[in-house]
C-alpha cells in the first residue's frame, strides 16, 4: 500500500496563495501560463497557383517575414505564431474549402492573407458561418460595401474605391478627361470600371470606352481597335501571368504616338520595368500602393522593413535582382498581422472562445500613425466599415524607374459609410 504523503503546511500555504494570484490574473495571462507553449495558429490562405501566384509568393515571403518579427518580440500575449499555409489556387471554391479546412481540420484562430477579390467573395460567407476572423489583404470594395459579414476584415490595405477616388483629380487636371478604362472582367475590375467612372466624371471628364478583358487571356492586340481616337488618357489596370504581355501589345499597337497612360501598377506587379518592349512606359504614370523604388524621402520604417522581408531598392529580391516584388500590395499582410497582434492582446485574446473579442477589439481601431508595424504610412480604420484608409502615391516612370510625383492624403480617400458591421451579431 502506498503511503499518501501529506504537504507541509507552508507548502500548502505558498501553493493557495499561487492559485489565488493566478486567479486575479486576466484570463489570457492564466492562459498563457498554463498553454505557454500552445501557438497562435493563422490560416494563411495563399495563391500558390493559379492567376494569382506572382502575388502568392510575395504574400507569403512578407508574412514569414512579419511573424519573424512579431516572434522575435515576444508573439502575441506571449505566444508564438505558426502560420498554417493552404493554397487555394485562386478560386473562389477551393478558397471556401480552404477557409472551413482552417477552422475544422487545423484549428486555426484566424484566417488570413487573400488577395484576388472574386475569391473573398467566395470564402467570406464560409467563415462567417463558422464564425472564423477573416483578415482579407485585397483591395476590392466587397468588404466597405457591406457585402459580406461582420467575420470578414479588411485593415491592412485600403480599396480600390478610396484609390481611385483620390486619384481621379490628378488624372483629369494633369493628364486629360477623355478617358478609356482597360480592365479584367471580375469584382476587381469591376470596382474599378463602376468607382473610376464616377470620380472621373466627378471632375468634369468621362470614360469613352470600357473594355473588360478576361483574367485568364493571354493576347490583348484584339481588343486595342476598341480604343476610340478621342481618348487622351489610357487607365489601364490588368492582373495575372500575362501582365508583361499585355504591357508589351499596349506598345506595339500604339507605336510613338500614344495617349497619355495611367496604370495601376497591378498592370506591372512582379515585372522588371526595364524589361525589353516596355521602353514606351517612359514618362508614363501609376498608381502605387506603397512605392517599388526607394523614394528620395525614403522613411526608416521603409528601409527596415525592406530589410526584414529581404527586397533592394529597386523593389527586387536582395537575391537575385531579376525577381521583382509585389511591393503596392504585399505590404498588406505585414501590416494586416501587426493589426491582429494588437487586437488580439487588446482582447486578451487565450483562444476560439474570444474570436468576437478581437473582433470587437479591432473594430475599436482608429488612427494607426506610421511605425515599424505600418511602413506603408499612417492609416485611419472604420470600425464599421471594417475598412482602412490610407496615402495613395502617384509615380512617374523615368529613366527606367518609378519616381514619385502625388501623394494623397488620408482625407483625400474617404468616402461615406454603406454598411454598419457592428450592428450584425457575432
Known amino acids: 500500500m502506498s503511503k499518501l504523503i501529506q504537504p507541509s503546511r507552508r507548502a500548502a500555504l505558498k501553493t493557495i496563495a499561487g492559485a489565488a494570484a493566478g486567479a486575479t490574473l486576466p484570463l489570457w495571462a492564466r492562459y498563457a501560463q498554463a498553454q505557454s507553449s500552445a501557438p497562435i495558429k493563422i490560416g494563411f490562405q495563399m495563391h500558390a497557383t493559379g492567376i494569382g501566384a506572382a502575388y502568392g509568393r510575395w504574400y507569403d515571403r512578407t508574412t514569414q517575414a512579419a511573424v519573424k518579427k512579431i516572434n522575435a518580440e515576444g508573439g502575441i500575449n506571449g505566444r508564438m505564431i ?12 477551393r478558397g471556401a474549402e480552404v477557409v472551413e479546412k482552417f477552422a475544422t481540420q487545423h484549428g486555426c484562430d484566424i484566417a488570413f492573407g ?26 476590392g470594395h466587397h468588404v466597405a460595401s457591406g457585402m459580406l459579414n461582420r467575420y470578414t476584415l479588411q485593415p491592412g490595405i485600403t480599396d480600390v474605391k478610396s484609390q481611385v477616388q483620390a486619384m481621379a483629380p490628378y ?34 471628364g468621362k470614360v469613352l470606352e470600357h473594355i473588360a478583358i478576361p483574367p ?15 481618348t487622351e488618357v489610357i487607365y489601364h489596370v490588368m492582373v495575372g501571368p500575362a501582365v508583361l504581355t499585355f504591357v508589351k501589345e499596349l506598345g506595339e499597337f500604339f507605336g510613338p504616338s500614344r495617349p497619355e497612360m495611367f496604370g495601376f501598377i ?16 517612359d514618362g508614363t504614370y501609376f498608381w502605387e500602393g506603397n512605392p517599388r523604388y526607394a523614394q528620395a524621402n525614403q522613411s526608416a520604417f521603409d528601409k527596415a522593413y525592406r530589410e526584414a522581408v529581404g527586397v533592394d531598392a529597386n523593389g527586387a529580391s536582395v537575391s537575385d535582382a531579376k525577381d521583382i516584388s509585389t511591393y503596392a500590395h504585399m505590404f ?21 472562445a474570444d474570436r468576437g473579442k478581437l473582433i470587437e477589439a479591432v473594430e475599436a481601431m482608429t488612427d494607426m500613425p506610421e511605425s515599424a508595424a505600418h511602413p506603408q504610412g499612417a492609416k485611419r480604420f472604420n470600425g464599421k466599415t471594417h475598412q482602412v484608409f490610407g496615402h495613395q502615391y502617384i509615380t512617374k516612370v523615368e529613366g527606367g524607374k518609378l519616381v514619385l510625383q502625388h501623394t494623397t492624403s488620408i482625407e483625400d480617400t474617404l468616402y461615406p459609410d454603406e454598411v454598419d458591421y457592428t450592428t450584425q451579431p457575432l
Open 82 to 93: 505558426e502560420i498554417v499555409t493552404e493554397d487555394d489556387g485562386t478560386d473562389p471554391k
Open 171 to 204: 488624372v483629369a487636371n494633369t493628364l486629360g478627361k477623355k478617358v478609356t478604362m482597360i480592365f479584367p472582367d471580375f469584382a476587381f475590375g469591376h470596382d474599378h470600371r463602376d468607382y473610376f467612372t464616377a470620380a472621373i466624371e466627378a471632375q468634369g
Open 332 to 352: 498588406g499582410c505585414w501590416e494586416t498581422l501587426h493589426v491582429v497582434n494588437a487586437g488580439m492582446e487588446a482582447a486578451g485574446y487565450a483562444g476560439p
Open 216 to 230: 485568364t487571356e493571354t493576347s490583348f492586340t484584339k481588343y486595342f481597335p476598341k480604343i476610340p481616337r478621342d
Open 266 to 281: 497591378d498592370s506591372l506587379e512582379a515585372v522588371d520595368i526595364s524589361s525589353p518592349g516596355l521602353e514606351f512606359l
Open 114 to 139: 487573400t488577395l484576388f477579390s472574386h475569391v473573398v467573395i467566395g470564402s467570406a460567407p464560409r467563415a462567417g458561418e463558422l464564425k472564423l476572423p477573416y483578415f482579407v489583404v485585397s483591395e
